[in-house]
């Protein structure tokens, strides 16, 4: 975890903070090695919640397209569902998960933030 993300998650409420923090990890997770990137919250509703990452990097420093990150919270523990830059309405109905209806926040705020 960086710093910048480690200071954000502190200033968070605690319900986001767990967001942020599994969001991210999970993304790590699904990226291949040395990828960055930012992260926003677009939609949270029950137990779902809808995000994307932004100003992603390759290990090389290219620019890599923005993909959409569908987290789903069970037992209290948010976990990733699903990612990517085409999620379709079939996807979404295979996870059972309701088709979430963003509103991107405009420059900020961004996690972690720039």
């Known amino acids: 975890m960086t710093a910048?993300?480690?200071?954000?998650?502190?200033?968070?409420?605690?319900?986001?903070?767990?967001?942020?923090?599994?969001?991210?990890?999970?993304?790590?997770?699904?990226?291949?090695p040395g990828v960055t990137f930012d992260l926003q919250v677009g939609a949270i509703r029950k137990n779902w919640a809808l995000l994307r990452t932004t100003n992603a990097k390759g290990a090389n420093g290219e620019a890599l397209d923005d993909a959409l990150v569908y987290m789903r919270r069970t037992k209290g523990r948010w976990q990733g569902a699903i990612m990517g830059t085409a999620i379709t309405d079939d996807d979404l109905k295979q996870l059972g998960a309701p088709k979430l209806r963003p509103v991107w926040p405009t420059g900020t705020p961004c996690y972690p933030p720039q």
């Open 4 to 32: 910048a993300l480690a200071a954000l998650l502190l200033a968070a409420p605690a319900a986001d903070a767990k967001l942020l923090d599994a969001a991210h990890a999970y993304v790590a997770r699904s990226s291949a």
